[in-house]
């Protein structure tokens, strides 16, 4: 019994633990444009989305009923699967922060359950119904109908606000206005990510014996699953903030408000249905659909097509990584001791690594050419490139450039008695 208790212990910390990656790593979907377009100053605007994602924390518990009753089967479940299932996630969390990617959290959760799961009691112990109406399903429409609804939304309101005479009233107030979106969109994440670690731990609870099947998240554990998001939060992801605001597209004040708006009104209908979307998604897809509604507005389809990429290996590949951790946690107590010291072994060389190049609140908006996270002027750039050459293409070099080039190209006369050539034309 002892034994099992200190499992369980392990449990709860490694999902408070993930819950506080979840945090840092989805920072950027609630403040990414805010910080962009200069509506908040960095620190403010990840101070405030993190009181409010605890203050969602409370909202509901919805979400984390689908992930501790629907997905897996609880009979079939051991302490040692959520384990697993939570290095997978934490694992793949932190490499894609490295890199700057905005992933989905919920889907690396997701994807580790699976895999733990399967490694452990069988496809059997998954319920399918539930993997794709609540999980699939959504992670495809979510940022379809977020990207749709904000690039309406944006040509709806640049018309409308076309015959404004102040532009810098009308930027003052939209900034005001994201101020109020993105408060929303943190409100919205706490009622959806923080609910995934109450589900977990929940479902570590029920397995270890400690709360009886189909039981609702005890109040301490949505205390503690709402703490530490909210400090995750606060320490801010900024490489993936620096992608989600500049790296996709660049954003007025105007596209920012809708963005948010339209990410944080699919998040909470969502939530309201129980369905574990990907906040990731909804607002990566409406920050494009904003970036696509202006007259003249671009998205940096490579950096795009990189997040996808991100996004379709999320659930393999920790479903993978928690697959193989069940695995060595099956030889027994020193197999789990040995998968605990491999998660904070990797944890500790992933920081190091990102030590190298320092992304903070001070350097956020900063951009480079390097391609990475932080390309925005090199798309620009490149996009100049290709516009420059299509009109050069098109339209015909000024008259006073080609008689200069004419005379350049007029050889002079050999005859030193020759008088001298006129050499323009």
Same mark, same amino acid.
């Given at each position: ?8 212990? +392990? ?22 444009? &805010? @910080?962009? &377009? ?38 079939? @479940?051991?302490?040692?699967? @959520? ?6 996630? $934490? ?13 989905? *959290? ?5 994807? =580790? ?8 009691? /069988?496809?059997?112990?998954?319920? !399918? ?7 699939? $399903? ?38 005001? /206005?994201?101020?109020?979106?993105? !408060? ?5 994440? !706490? ?7 109450? =589900? ?14 189909? *039981? ?6 949505? %205390? ?7 400090? /995750?939060?606060?320490? =801010?992801?900024?490489? +993936? ?37 990907? &906040? ?29 990429? #991100? ?9 993978? %990584? ?12 020193? /197999? ?42 090199? #798309? ?19 008259? !006073? ?7 350049? &190209? ?16």
């Amino acid at each position: 019994m002892e034994s099992f208790s200190l499992i369980l212990a +392990i449990v709860v910390v490694t999902a408070l633990a993930f819950d506080f990656t979840n945090g840092f790593h989805d920072t950027a979907n609630a403040m990414a444009t &805010t @910080i962009s &377009t200069g509506a908040l100053k960095p620190k403010v605007a990840v101070a405030m989305s993190a009181v409010l994602n605890l203050v969602g924390a409370f909202l509901s518990v919805e979400v984390a009923n689908t992930i501790s009753k629907g997905l897996v089967d609880e009979a079939g @479940i051991r302490p040692e699967v @959520i384990f697993a299932a939570l290095v997978g996630a $934490i694992l793949w969390n932190l490499l894609t922060w490295l890199v700057g990617l905005p992933s989905s *959290s919920s889907h690396a959760l997701m994807g =580790g359950l699976i895999g733990a799961t399967v490694a452990s009691a /069988g496809f059997g112990a998954v319920h !399918g119904d539930v993997l794709v109406t609540k999980v699939l $399903i959504p992670a495809i429409a979510a940022p379809l109908v977020a990207g749709l609804a904000a690039m309406f939304a944006t040509r709806l309101t640049y018309r409308m606000n076309r015959k404004v005479a102040d532009s810098k009233s009308s930027e003052k107030g939209y900034r005001a /206005g994201q101020i109020a979106s993105a !408060g929303l969109v943190s409100l919205a994440h !706490g009622t959806n990510d923080a609910q995934k670690t109450m =589900g977990i731990i929940t479902l570590a609870l029920v397995a270890g014996g400690a709360l009886a099947p189909d *039981s609702d998240p005890p109040m301490w554990v949505i %205390v503690s699953a709402g703490v530490a998001i909210a400090l /995750g939060t606060y320490l =801010g992801g900024w490489r +993936i903030i620096r992608t989600m605001g500049k790296g996709l597209t660049d954003l007025q004040p105007q596209q920012g408000f809708v963005a948010q708006t339209s990410a944080a009104t699919v998040i909470l209908a969502s939530s309201h249905l129980g369905f574990s979307l990907s &906040t990731t998604h909804s607002v990566s897809g409406s920050v494009m659909g904003a970036g696509l509604g202006r007259k003249g507005g671009v998205v940096r389809w490579s950096t795009a097509t990189r997040m996808f990429v #991100a996004w379709g290996l999320t659930l393999p590949a920790a479903a993978i %990584v928690a697959a193989i951790a069940e695995w060595v946690c099956g030889f027994g107590s020193w /197999g789990t001791a040995l998968v605990a010291v491999f998660l904070v072994t990797s944890s500790a060389a992933i920081w190091k690594i990102s030590r190298r190049e320092v992304v903070d609140h001070t350097n956020v908006n900063d951009t480079d050419d390097t391609g990475g996270a932080g390309a925005s002027e090199a #798309a620009g750039e490149e996009q100049s490139g290709v516009v420059t050459a299509a009109m050069a293409a098109v339209a015909p070099p000024p008259s !006073g450039l080609v008689a200069e080039e004419l005379s350049a &190209t007029i050889p002079a006369p050999t005859d030193p008695m020759a008088p001298p050539a006129k050499t323009t034309v």
